[in-house]
């Protein structure tokens, strides 16, 4: 009799467990989920580009060739969002003017964000009476009207556009200070700050190469709240003749222009004010996104 052959054994499956997914990966995938931040960061992205390459965009006309015979027009085939009274190409202007208006949001954002993260980290890591001292400085800042202080540096020093993202940058670094104060004071404790400094670390390496990359979760969702902030207060200070000077134009001086002549040539506030609206609040939609994909407690349920 022939011998009967061996069965071979059942291969078991692997399933062990993968390495755990990081803070970073984990967030990645639960924002791709979010149907609203999603496609706020889409439309963003291609609000960005449009604005970046506008002077290379073949057939966009010259924002400030103007045709006087021509006048104010309805919006057109030739011309998509109409023409102001000089008549200029309502659709170029908004798109150089975004160019601007994101410009305006994103440097002084990035103003804001050195001297929130600076001031923030420093105080939350020192402690003691330079932390009180530091943060009563923040305290009597936030008792003063930010708009007004803008306006003031505005005045008495220039109008040009540098000065401008200066200003912006200069009131709206308060809140950044504290949260990242807060973060520093929770993460000074931790055992990798206690390794890096039984490493011979200096304080200042601690900070800014340990423990403010830590922190970065709650900067980058603030980041992306206050950029809208900023333009929209540029906006403001549009309507009071203080924004970006002629012959440069932004989404605020945009709308300020149109609001004069309202009664009849109703577009030329409609779609500038429409870009600016649909801007800053796919700018909101995408902070709460990453907000809540950075949530370490939803992290923690979601496991």
């Known amino acids: 009799m022939s011998a009967l052959p061996l069965a071979r054994p059942a291969v078991e499956p692997d399933t062990a467990p993968g390495p755990p997914a990081s803070l970073w990966s984990d967030a990645w995938r639960r924002l791709r989920r979010n149907r609203v931040a999603v496609p706020a960061a889409f439309f963003l992205a291609f609000v960005s580009m449009l604005a970046l390459f506008a002077p290379w965009l073949s057939g966009l006309a010259d924002p400030a060739a103007q045709d006087l015979r021509l006048g104010a027009t309805w919006p057109s ?33 990035l103003v804001s964000l050195v001297i929130g993260v600076s001031w923030g980290a420093v105080a939350g890591y020192a402690g003691g009476k330079l932390d009180e001292l530091m943060m009563r400085v923040v305290d009597v800042l936030y008792a003063l009207p930010n708009i007004f202080l803008v306006i003031l540096l505005l005045v008495f020093f220039s109008r040009s556009l540098l000065m401008l993202f200066v200003a912006l940058g200069l009131v709206q670094w308060l809140t950044m200070a504290r949260i990242v104060r807060g973060q520093v004071l929770s993460l000074k404790q931790q055992t990798f700050v206690e390794a890096a400094r039984a490493l011979g670390a200096t304080d200042p ?26 333009i929209l207060q540029e906006a403001f200070l549009s309507f009071l003749g203080l924004g970006v000077q002629p012959p ?56």
């Open 248 to 303: 440069a134009a932004s989404w605020g001086t945009l709308v300020s222009d149109g609001a004069r002549v309202l009664a009849l040539f109703p577009w030329l506030v409609l779609f500038p004010g429409l870009a600016l609206s649909l801007t800053l609040l796919a700018f909101n939609f995408l902070g709460d996104g990453l907000r809540d994909a950075l949530d370490p407690q939803d992290r923690r349920e979601s496991a």
């Open 205 to 230: 390496s601690i900070v800014f190469r340990h423990i403010v990359p830590n922190t970065l979760g709650p900067v980058i969702v603030y980041t992306t709240l206050t950029v809208p902030a900023v």
């Open 77 to 109: 085939v030739a011309h998509w969002f109409g023409t102001d009274e000089l008549g200029r190409d309502a659709f170029a202007r908004v798109v150089y003017g975004g160019r601007i208006s994101l410009l305006v949001g994103l440097v002084g954002t």
